[in-house]
């Protein structure tokens, strides 16, 4: 062999000699649980074979090699600390949790990490302040595993940090601080639980609930309070804590916010009026449904609106007196209701004042100033599908049913156009309109009056409608009021109450009354008018000729109306039992 060849040789044989171990070696120790030999191999120069090592160590969970574990944490070998940290983890005793501890604060990412769920799986007392620092976390992954360990370890120190990353985190932190709190349970954590009721994520919402309601009764305030808010989350939170404590209110205002919160879930729900008279027979329910008026959810208002508007007259100064603060233009348009039709009167006071609480309240500029004109874009726009009015412009749609005011065939003409069409958009509005109506039937303007009692009586389940308009009858026959021929007269005589059967006697009848009369003589038989030529009026008859059906052949009959001693206008002579046949 040449002599350089032979020297290398030499050189080679003398290192791989002077090698203690091999990885051989270390399976072998680690079979034997052999710790000195494999603490030893820690200061190899061999990155291998100290990872190797300390892998051994970690899972022969050798309680004597910690401090060696430990010292390492200071290597310069990135790759080897975090070996230590994983093996420390391995070995799980109490020992090492200063070196944990430790290493929550070490530079990497997946270090922290992996103390941070060491620590809690330790249940480290010791470590509960390192773990609140690491909720600031900047690795959002680290910070979640803190909120974890802290709900492991059980201390309540922990709750105020975690109340306000439960409040400020990822989805994800916020969760797993909740989940801690409800963990570390106590008086301190019901604050920070109830503060989340309305949180975005179901799953921190739902899970702060379920905290709740394992506390218990305390949370009952804060529940019954949660039922105002403005948060449709938080309510949801506040309806199902008070079930899931068996605290669900049976009365007074506390009732009456738990069924508006309960009404008002989804998306513009239906407006159930059986339930809102419900609300309107709650003992005390005044001032709780006037104060939801003012209320930004839809369903908590309209439920509110419709019991106020049933529970009437008592209510309207009352929520009048409510209106102090609102919105200017809202303020403005409040001014004005004694020049709607009807006014001064209570019902307005009442509807126009609940009106005006809606923080939401927006007279629309172009549809008042159209509402307040009577030329063909007034016209176009009241036949318009598109215009679904709002309550800020009906008291000006219940104007544009008045008499034209002309004589001009044609502007009388285009205002009967109006007012039909004016006529079935209130139609199709009716309960929302309804106390504006109910003010619009003691009008001065009989067209108003007519048309406002024709769709009173459609709307549903409330007395007042029909009493409005038999009062309003009332009253004006009993003033000597000039009825006969007028539109007011033709509506209540078609609507035919029996409270005023005996009132329409004392008024001079029209064709409308005549045929009135003849259908309940003869009900079930077609019967029209035919004009007469015109006369002299009589100041005690009043002459009509009938034109009727009977087996299909047509005939008519001359009547004649005379007014009695009694100051009632009847039949003379009166109408035959059978009907006559040409």
């Known amino acids: 062999m040449h002599l350089k060849q032979w020297a290398f040789y030499l050189v080679t044989v003398l290192i791989l000699a002077g090698c203690d171990s091999q990885p051989e070696d270390i399976a072998k120790w680690k ?72 290493a929550l604060s070490y530079e990497t990412n997946p270090a922290r990490l992996a103390a941070a769920k060491t620590l809690g799986t330790l249940k480290s007392t010791q470590s509960v302040d390192a773990l609140i620092t690491a909720l600031d976390d ?154 939801a008026l003012s209320h930004p959810n839809y369903g908590i208002r309209e439920h509110a609106f419709a019991a106020v508007e049933m529970m009437g007259e008592p209510l309207a100064q009352q929520v009048l007196a409510a209106t102090t603060g609102i919105k200017p233009e809202a303020a403005q348009w409040l001014k004005e209701r004694n020049k709607w039709a009807g006014a001064p009167i209570w019902s307005i006071d009442l509807w126009a004042g609940a009106t005006a609480l809606n923080p939401a309240f927006h007279l629309n500029e172009r549809e008042a100033r159209l509402l307040s004109q009577s030329g063909k874009a007034t016209e176009d726009f009241l036949r318009s599908n598109k215009f679904k009015p709002e309550r800020e412009v009906i008291p000006l749609l219940i104007d544009q049913m008045a008499t034209s005011g002309s004589e001009d065939e044609k502007l009388v003409k285009t205002a009967d156009t109006r007012r039909k069409l004016a006529f079935r958009k209130l139609r199709a509005y009716k309960q929302r309109a309804k106390l504006p109506l109910l003010a619009a039937v003691y009008d001065d303007d009989l067209q108003i009056a007519a048309l406002a009692a024709r769709v009173l009586v459609e709307i549903e389940d409330d007395p007042r409608a029909p009493t409005a308009v038999i009062d309003s009858f009332t009253t004006r026959v009993e003033a000597g009021e000039e009825l006969h021929n007028t539109p007011f007269y033709d509506a209540v005589v078609e609507l035919d109450f029996p409270e005023t059967a005996d009132l329409i006697l004392k008024i001079r009848p029209n064709p409308t009354g005549a045929i009135h009369a003849f259908n309940k003589k003869y009900p079930g038989i077609q019967v029209s008018n035919m004009m007469l030529p015109e006369g002299k009026i009589h100041p005690t008859a009043e002459p009509f000729r009938l034109k009727y059906l009977m087996d299909g052949r047509a005939n008519d009959m001359k009547v004649v109306f005379r007014l009695n001693e009694e100051g009632n206008w009847l039949p003379d002579p009166p109408f035959p039992d059978e009907l006559p046949q040409n």
């Open 31 to 102: 079979a034997e649980k052999n710790a000195v030999k494999l603490v030893k191999t820690l200061d190899d120069t061999r990155q291998f074979m100290r990872l190797e090592a300390i892998d051994a160590l970690g899972e022969i969970k050798a309680e004597e090699a910690v401090d060696a574990l430990g010292a390492l944490l200071g290597d310069p070998d990135v790759v080897v600390v975090h070996a230590a940290i994983d093996a420390l983890a391995e070995i799980g005793t109490p020992s090492i949790e200063p070196y944990m501890i430790e």
């Open 138 to 291: 900047t690795y959002e992954t680290v910070a979640v595993a803190a909120a974890v360990s802290l709900g492991q370890i059980g201390n309540s120190r922990a709750i105020p940090a975690l109340a306000k990353t439960s409040q400020q985190g990822s989805v994800r932190l916020r969760g797993a601080s909740i989940t801690s709190i409800c963990q570390i349970g106590g008086e301190a954590s019901m604050e920070p639980l109830i503060a989340v009721m309305g949180d975005l994520s179901p799953t921190v919402r739902n899970e702060a609930t379920a905290g709740l309601i394992k506390i218990g009764a305390p949370v009952e305030p804060a529940a019954l309070k949660a039922l105002q808010s403005e948060s449709n989350y938080e309510r949801l939170s506040a309806l199902a804590i008070l079930d899931g404590i068996k605290k669900v209110p049976t009365a007074g205002s506390d009732l009456v916010w738990y069924t508006l919160a309960d009404l008002a879930v989804g998306e513009n729900p239906d407006i159930q009026l059986a339930e809102a008279r419900k609300l309107a027979e709650i003992a005390g329910s005044g001032t709780a449904l006037v104060a």
